[in-house]
């Protein structure tokens, strides 16, 4: 890493002999001290240091860095190769746990625990989300800063697509950009066509319904970019990261006249470290409200129960959480036509030629992840009867989901077995399809002591609706013509086989969000629309969990976007 920012690990036993602030030894004092070295807090982090006011910023992160690790290093550089990183010391995994009324199924939803966060464990999919979530987002909240058109410049900080725009940090490109060359390309397009989809030009211009081609975080050498490029790539002197080191709480300070409790310390296994002006927690959906509920921010009967001391009641903290569920659908490729697939890359003999083009022009399969086509699908007509008439219907619930410009389900298709682990890599190889409900209704609340999450992924009879409707697209594409002579046929399942297919492979896309939700005009949430936590001074959220709505995105490039505002709004508030 560059000599900015300076980079301190509590592995090194010189970095702590005595914990900061005891035994006499001093307390560190930051002007901002941001929690968590994801997308947000990297983002938010290194611009708050780029601030010409010079402040001084301290980045705090619970994992170690990639550098630390050099057998995962290499991992980390492949989209392709992200899987072998789940459950290593750079994943979190949080435990699911309660009655899913549906599936019944114990998920172990992956997180990055590492300087970077999940961008070093996620498959490098860039979308930035339709035009309709960000306009309704600034309608809802009354802050046209999170408006469509105020999100495009916030995106071009963000992005490096081509040399005319290389102000951005993280590397973008299209795979029409990225010569992969996939053996499929065109008989996959073809398919989408023939299940009646519209080509898109740009699946990130806004406007989202159709199919188009996958954008992702990868340089044009062929390796992923992560939010330590924010790091990487700034000289601001005033930016200091400590790695391996956890925030467990934040300590506040007695009333101030408006009777505000003011949070100024935060307080790690190395000591407490205190914030002159504020503390951010970037933590992720998760750890962000899990840290609130620890330090006595949440709801105050659920706070009591834990015997927390309640700093401020504050009941959405935790509750909200909504993510995006997934089902896979595989097709065989017959047994002559097997080629080009993730399958081949279990052998030697067929990951020679891939490994061959990928060392020697960074190209190719091996280059980024085996999926090439999205496809982008509104439901509002199917959805509408259902939500109607359904009496627990909410108003937001109504104003969220029963629009016409944003998609409620997505899909994609892979040249290869899909997201779980192949069944047979040696036998057969696979095109696949991954079938998302990007809009569900089920909330999942989380539980405050371990971060558990109440999974309940498809409760709601709409969320069903929703996959049913996918997973049946799904088989049409695969049977459509284009794919007649390549794939073994399988028989479009009825309804009730459809369900327990569902059932069985219902997982999640770890795209979490909305467990510390910004106040909207129906919510009083967790934080206002300039990522203030309510009831309390000196104290914001800004990553994902504060999204008020499921979006219809992939989720890091609005947490970069949310650590960009953040920067904006603070610097605002301390000029
Ligand atoms: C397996 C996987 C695949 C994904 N695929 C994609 C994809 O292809 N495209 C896409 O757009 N999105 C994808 N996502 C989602 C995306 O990566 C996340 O939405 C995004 O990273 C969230 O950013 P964040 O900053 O809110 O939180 P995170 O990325 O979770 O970062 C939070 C950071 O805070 C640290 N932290 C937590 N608690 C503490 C604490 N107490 N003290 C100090 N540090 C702490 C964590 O270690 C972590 O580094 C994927 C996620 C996963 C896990």
């Known amino acids: 890493m560059s000599a900015n920012p300076r980079v301190y690990s509590a592995h090194h036993s010189a970095f702590v002999k005595t914990k900061f602030g005891e035994d006499g030894a001093s307390t560190p004092e930051f002007d901002f001290i941001v929690v968590g070295g994801g997308p947000a807090g990297c983002a938010l982090g290194t611009r708050l240091a780029e601030n010409p006011a010079g402040y001084s910023v301290l980045l705090v992160e619970q994992g170690t860095t990639v550098e630390q690790n050099p ?212 933590a992720g959906a998760v750890q962000s409200p899990h840290i609130l509920l620890l330090s006595g921010i949440g709801p105050q009967s659920q706070l009591e129960s834990y015997r927390i001391p309640v700093i401020h009641n504050l009941p959405e903290v935790g509750q909200n959480l909504w993510e995006h569920p997934v089902v896979d659908i595989r097709f065989k490729l017959r047994p002559e036509k097997r080629r080009d697939t993730a399958e081949d890359l279990a052998s030697i003999r067929t990951a020679g030629r891939h490994l061959d083009k990928w060392a020697n022009e960074g190209q190719g399969l091996i280059s980024g992840i085996p999926v090439e086509w999205f496809t982008f699908t509104n439901l509002k007509e199917k959805i509408e009867p259902s939500l109607s008439q359904d009496p627990s219907t909410t108003e937001y619930e109504k104003t969220t989901l029963l629009r016409t410009a944003i998609p409620h389900v997505e899909q994609f298709l892979h040249y290869g077995h899909g997201l779980a682990a192949a069944p047979d890599p040696f036998q057969s190889s696979y095109i696949s399809m991954s079938n998302v409900v990007l809009t569900p209704r089920s909330p999942d609340p989380i539980n405050p002591r371990i971060p558990r999450i109440e999974v309940n992924q498809l409760k709601e009879e709409v969320d069903r609706e929703m996959m049913i409707a996918v997973v049946e697209k799904a088989y049409d594409v695969l049977s459509s013509k284009a794919w007649e002579d390549f794939l073994e046929p399988q028989e479009k399942p009825d309804r009730e086989t459809v369900l327990d297919i569902i059932k069985e492979r ?53 947490a970069y976007a949310i650590g960009e505002k953040a920067a904006v709004f603070i610097g605002q508030d301390h000029l």
């Open 71 to 282: 057998e995962l290093q290499n991992l980390i550089r492949l989209p392709l190769l992200t899987r072998s990183l789940h459950g290593s010391s750079f994943d979190v995994q949080y435990p699911t746990i309660g009655e899913n009324q549906f599936a019944h199924r114990e998920l172990k939803i992956n997180s990055g625990k590492v300087l970077g966060g999940s961008t070093c464990i996620n498959w490098a999919i860039w979308t930035r989300g339709p035009k309709d979530d960000y306009d309704l987002w600034a309608r809802l909240t009354g802050n046209q800063e999170f408006s469509w058109d105020a999100m495009l410049p916030t995106f071009d900080r963000i992005e490096r697509q081509t040399a005319e725009r290389s102000e951005g940090r993280i590397s973008i490109r299209s795979s029409c950009q990225s010569p992969r060359d996939n053996y499929w390309s065109s008989t996959a397009a073809l398919s989408l066509e023939q299940a009646g989809l519209q080509r898109l030009e740009n699946i990130n211009d806004g406007a989202m319904l159709g199919y188009g081609e996958l954008v992702e975080n990868v340089s044009a050498g062929g390796e992923r970019a992560t939010a330590n490029d924010y790091l990487k790539q700034t000289s601001a002197a005033g930016l200091e990261v400590w790695t391996a080191v956890r925030v467990e709480k934040v300590l506040f300070e007695d009333a101030t006249e408006d009777g505000k409790k003011r949070a100024v310390c935060v307080s790690t296994h190395v000591g407490t470290v205190r914030a002159r002006k504020e503390i951010i927690l970037c």
């Open 506 to 558: 219902l997982t999640t896309l770890w795209h979490l969000g909305g467990t510390c939700a910004m106040e909207t005009s129906y919510n009083t949430g967790v934080v206002d629309s300039s990522f203030r936590v309510h009831g309390v001074q000196g104290l914001r959220v800004a990553d994902t969990s504060i999204i008020p709505f499921p979006i219809s995105a992939h989720t890091q490039a609005v």
